[in-house]
């Protein structure tokens, strides 16, 4: 399993853009990136997946440059209710989930 | 997508008892697991349930304290056995829905005093 290693924690504000960086420097060929989303006593929500350059949804977008050995999540003009956690995973069935990301939207 | 219920959504229970959480899913499935998320932490895996096989396992989760059933393609059981209150925990069911991507339940809310 790819070891992924991302901030412990980002603090934004109301409207701002917020860009979450990933490391995963020995991602294998055919491993796909997906980040999820917790908020307090929920479990995970996917919210994005990709293999290779850009990757958008309704929700986030996603950027992966051409080695692959990064990620980062993207979400645009957040709001008080995007404060959670956010993990990044990569490959394989069995997720691994590091510590994540605990993105805090303050007013 | 899929919608995956669990039961109980919390219990609070003595040591040395046992509790079973249910996993239902509303559409077939082959992969479900199971994880772990004690307070404050992040999630572990703790087994991997194919229907018609015997529950994979990680490394520090044994059988006998977490035996799982999965008798069709909707539904899976997890028991904490002989519970203490290290146990303490949320525990996640999720099933694969396509390549790499897992839907998770809500969650059970276990504590044991």
């Known amino acids: 399993l790819a070891k992924t290693t991302q901030p412990i924690s980002m603090d934004s504000y109301e409207g701002q853009e917020v860009n979450i960086t990933c490391s995963h420097n020995?991602?294998?060929?055919?491993?796909?990136i997906t980040w999820y989303q917790q908020f307090p006593s929920q479990g995970p929500r996917f919210i994005i997946q990709?293999?290779?350059t850009k990757v958008t949804n309704e929700v986030a977008s996603l950027f992966i440059p051409a080695d692959r050995k990064s990620s980062t999540l993207s979400l645009p003009r957040v709001s008080l209710s995007d404060t959670a956690v956010y993990y990044c995973?990569?490959?394989?069935?069995?997720?691994?989930f590091g510590a994540g990301t605990t993105v805090t939207v303050r007013a | 997508s899929a919608v995956i219920s669990q039961k109980p959504s919390r219990d609070i229970c003595q040591r040395g008892t046992s509790l079973t959480i249910q996993c239902q899913v509303d559409?077939?499935?082959?992969?479900m697991f199971w994880y772990r998320q004690q307070p404050g932490q992040s999630l572990t895996l703790i087994a991997t349930?194919?229907?018609?096989?015997?529950?994979?396992?990680e490394s520090g989760f044994v059988i006998d304290k977490f035996p799982i059933s999965r008798p069709n393609l909707t539904f899976s059981t997890l028991t904490v056995s002989n519970m203490s209150p290290e146990d303490s925990s949320i525990y996640l069911c999720?099933?694969?829905?396509?390549?790499?991507?897992?839907?998770f339940g809500p969650g059970t809310r276990l504590l044991v005093l």
């Open positions: 349930a194919n229907q018609g096989s015997e529950a994979t396992y």
């Open positions: 999720s099933v694969e829905v396509r390549q790499e991507t897992q839907y």
């Open positions: 559409s077939q499935v082959t992969m």
């Open positions: 990709g293999y290779k």
């Open positions: 020995n991602i294998a060929t055919n491993d796909y």
């Open positions: 995973l990569v490959g394989a069935y069995k997720l691994s």
